[in-house]
């Protein structure tokens, strides 16, 4: 007893100091969680801006490099960076959004605007971009057309059109002419016969001569369903995939892996290398290919030409076009979303442009930057860029809606199987149609 | 009070006693209570740590979770209460029960392949010989290794035109096969990858109950004439069942959960072959924000590993002999 009643007063200190001690620890924590106005002491305003792109690599350098000078340029506004590659930060980003501590400012894949959209994450730009010529930037137009209000809740940051890509020393030895801008999907078909090689007598081919199937769409199934008159998502929000026009398409897609034997199947693309490692490698001679498979191709040094994509039997061509956005944060307080803003302005101006444009990963938003030689005239191939921004003028989106990733996967899962030959192209169609159209129906718009 | 008493002593016959009031006795145990009290208080003190992570990372998340499977939450706006929805739909969900069909195969391949490969090795490893701890340690090398590096090994083994199985099997004439790109062969592609992931952490659980098995047995057994093949169905069979039986526990629950292997090797594909319903819920919490039904699919797959380990329970009774 004495023992316990000498100690005690002790030990009920240590109590009342550890309870200090944590209420301390709670307050400062609190304190620090509470910093969300973004003005510090300095009367800077910090902003959080995230994007993704390979650590260390040159889109990641060149982003480093517009943060400083616009840092320089703008005493006043702080910029913290939130980086990583495509996956994690968009992974991240979800977690982000859910936890409330998403950037105030991110570059987004334009098919994923509206999903942000759609959820009330992101603040319409409308206002901010009333400032602006519309007529001095790409792409305004298609990041529109996906808010059923006409609303503008991301800003062009850099943008993707299609085109033929044709390797020319492969066409040189096959002796065929290139492509032209009168191409339809006969001259690519027979082109592709004769540039298909077995070099090794094997029975297989060792060059094809078109690459059909990738599990990139845009540079697959997507244009030729709109070349045959087909459509995948319609006028309505409605998805119309399941049509005759796109049964067409991909009967001519079958024909040219199965019949014909111009273009390897999904086993054998993935076999030889995955889809985008084909062209680079000189193992496909011609592909529908984005702008940003430049830089890829370029990496194969590959002796490479563009053209227009071919006309379908309606004559369309089927071209596409996904607009990387600036999007900015809902919960982003005033002062922060006009910091953000300016960093938009800031990154939408020639310089900065002209900077992202080296790169070669997009075309550049600026209209002024893509009448300039760094972008009509580049040091690698190809020469002719001005196909991209033709085919970027005539393009179409991407059926841009809330749950984008979920009904084209679920569209993009069934036209696999029939072109792995797992099932037929109606059942594939109707399947396809059905659970995408199942998704697109259960969402429910946020607020 | 001691004078008081002095005087009472001496005149008590002649005077009347002094009203003293007897010292009240003293509760036994009181002072133990309070004791127990304080000390209760201080271990309650010392458990908070341990009960604060077990309340706000594991009690609180499971019933977050219990709610959002009964919610429409899309992690950005509030849940709304959409009752049996989620559930009522994953009986539709043709994509769940392929997801589930694609776990029960790799189950079926990666469990019985694992534990016995696990028991091979141990036996042939629980030898008293120089070279043994690195051979152990070259086993169980893959084991703590990430999937992403494994993934990289693996498809120097496995890819279709430079990987070493193919090669092996041009020596027979055999033509090349897609391992991880054939809807047919995933599965099983990725079931023995996971084994040869998997097999030396078993493995070192085999070899203590291996060494754990009395060698008078053995000699015993010798004696009575018992070759190899019975000295170990007699012997090392039955006394090592117990391992047996957690091994193939462990194996299943693994299985039902495994995510990083499939997320990183093959994405769910071709198509939907590799699918497994843990990357499905993923998929579906992660990428289609739809993170009620994913908690929903969770409950489900729980459900799922609970019957299932029952059920080993209930069978264990009739092979496992405990020493």
């Not at chain 1, 620090?32 to 260390?56: K, N, P, Q």
């Not at chain 1, 939130?82 to 894949?109: I, M, N």
Request: glycine content about 8%; proline content about 6%; hydrophobic content about 45%.
């Amino acid at each position: 007893m004495p023992i316990r009643s000498t100690a005690m007063p002790a030990r009920r200190t240590v109590l009342r100091r550890s309870a200090a001690i944590s209420v301390a620890l709670t307050m400062a924590l609190t304190a620090t969680a509470c910093g969300e106005s973004g003005a510090g002491g300095d009367g800077r305003t910090t902003i959080t801006l995230g994007y993704y792109a390979e650590a260390g690599g040159p889109a990641d350098g060149t982003m480093r490099k517009l943060v400083k000078e616009f840092e320089k340029a703008n005493p006043t506004i702080r910029v913290k960076i939130e980086s990583a590659d495509y996956d994690k930060f968009h992974t991240r980003l979800r977690t982000q959004l859910a936890g409330r501590k998403a950037p105030d400012v991110w570059l987004s894949d334009g098919v994923l605007v509206q999903e942000f959209a759609g959820r009330g994450s992101l603040r319409d730009l409308s206002a901010y971009a009333a400032k602006l010529n519309p007529d001095d930037y790409l792409g305004v137009d298609l990041i529109k057309k996906g808010d059923p209000k006409g609303r503008l809740f991301g800003f062009p940051q850099g943008a993707q059109s299609t085109a033929l890509f044709y390797n020319k020393k492969l066409f040189a030895e096959a002796g065929v002419e290139e492509p032209t801008a009168d191409w339809t999907y006969d001259d690519l078909l027979a082109a592709a016969r004769k540039l298909t090689k077995d070099t090794n007598s094997d029975g297989k081919p060792d060059v094809y001569g078109f690459r059909s199937y990738s599990p990139s769409f845009v540079e697959s199934w997507w244009p030729m369903v709109k070349a045959f008159g087909g459509e995948v998502l319609g006028e309505d929000g409605k998805v119309a995939i399941d049509s005759p026009q796109s049964r067409q398409a991909f009967d001519w897609m079958l024909r040219t892996m199965y019949e014909e034997k111009v273009a390897p199947d999904p086993v054998t693309t993935e076999a030889l290398g995955k889809s985008q490692s084909l062209f680079p490698s000189s193992v496909v001679a011609m592909q529908f290919g984005i702008y940003a498979r430049i830089q890829t191709a370029n990496q194969g040094k590959v002796d490479f030409g563009v053209a227009p994509l071919p006309k379908g039997p309606t004559g369309e061509r089927g071209d596409l076009a996904n607009i990387n956005a600036w999007v900015i944060n809902r919960a982003a307080p005033g002062a922060r979303a006009d910091a953000a803003w300016k960093w938009i302005e800031y990154f939408s101006g020639e310089k900065p442009q002209a900077a992202w444009t080296d790169i070669g990963e997009a075309i550049p938003i600026n209209t002024k930057v893509t009448r300039t030689p760094a972008f009509l005239s580049p040091k690698t191939p190809p020469a002719d860029r001005k196909v991209f921004l033709d085919s970027l003028a005539s393009a179409d989106d991407l059926g841009l809606n809330p749950v984008w990733s979920e009904y084209t996967a679920a569209i993009s899962e069934a036209v696999t199987a029939a072109l792995s030959k797992e099932s037929s192209v109606p059942d594939a169609l109707k399947t396809g149609q059905s659970d995408a159209q199942s998704a697109i129906d259960r969402f429910r718009p946020a607020g | 009070m001691t004078p008081v008493t002095t005087a009472s002593r001496r005149g008590r016959a002649a005077v009347d006693p002094p009203k003293v009031h007897p010292p009240k006795p003293s509760r036994p145990g009181g002072a133990k209570r309070t004791a127990r009290r304080v000390e209760r208080r201080w271990a309650l003190l010392f458990a908070t740590p341990y009960l604060a992570h077990l309340v706000l990372l594991t009690a609180w998340p499971v019933l977050a979770l219990a709610y959002l499977g009964f919610t429409d939450y899309d992690t950005v706006s509030s849940p709304r209460w959409t009752g049996l929805d989620n559930y009522t739909r994953l009986l539709r969900d043709e994509a769940f029960w392929t997801s589930l069909l694609n776990t029960g195969y790799f189950a079926l391949i990666f469990v019985p392949l694992q534990t016995v490969l696990a028991l091979a090795l141990a036996v042939g490893l629980n030898q008293k010989l120089r070279a043994m701890p690195l051979l152990r340690g070259a086993y169980f090398v893959p084991v703590v290794s990430s999937w992403v590096v494994m993934a990289y090994v693996a498809d120097a083994v496995f890819n279709p035109r430079l990987g070493s199985a193919n090669a092996v099997l041009g020596w027979f004439a055999i033509d090349p096969l897609n391992w991880l790109d054939s809807p047919v062969l995933v599965i099983p592609t990725l079931a023995l990858i996971a084994v040869w992931k998997g097999a030396g952490y078993m493995m070192v659980l085999f070899l203590a109950a291996l060494q754990a098995i009395p060698q008078e047995r053995y000699e015993a057994a010798r004696v009575d004439g018992a070759g190899a093949w019975g000295r170990f169905r007699h012997i090392t069979v039955p006394g090592v069942s117990g391992t047996t039986f957690l091994v193939l526990v462990l194996s299943t629950i693994t299985t039902l959960q495994a995510f990083e292997q499939v997320f990183v090797m093959t994405g769910g594909g071709p198509g939907d072959a590799s699918e497994l319903t843990v990357l499905y819920m993923y998929r579906q919490g992660f990428e289609y924000f739809h993170m009620g039904y994913a908690a929903a699919i969770a409950w489900v797959l729980f459900a799922v590993i609970l019957l299932l380990t029952l059920v080993q329970l209930r069978l264990q009774k009739r092979w496992v002999h405990y020493a």
